[in-house]
């Protein structure tokens, strides 16, 4: 795997237009964000993680 595929919370953050904070949250709630990886003691997001997630995200009303 290239370390290309691998974004840090700070990458993912901003290409998402949210704060690191948020991610960092949303890891303490299961399910909430986006699937990560541990190397080490980084946290660090697979782009097809992260395009999984995003997929699952869509929503066409505001209902439920």
């Not at 949303?26 to 946290?43: E, F, I, N, T």
Request: no cysteine; aromatic share 6%.
């Amino acid at each position: 795997m290239e370390s290309g595929n691998l974004l840090t919370t700070e990458q993912l953050a901003a290409d998402l237009g949210i704060h690191p904070v948020t991610l960092a949250q949303w890891r303490l709630v299961d399910g909430k964000g986006p699937a990560y990886v541990k190397v080490g003691s980084s946290v660090r997001y697979r782009r097809s993680d992260i395009d999984e997630w995003l997929r699952h995200q869509t929503r066409t009303g505001t209902r439920g």
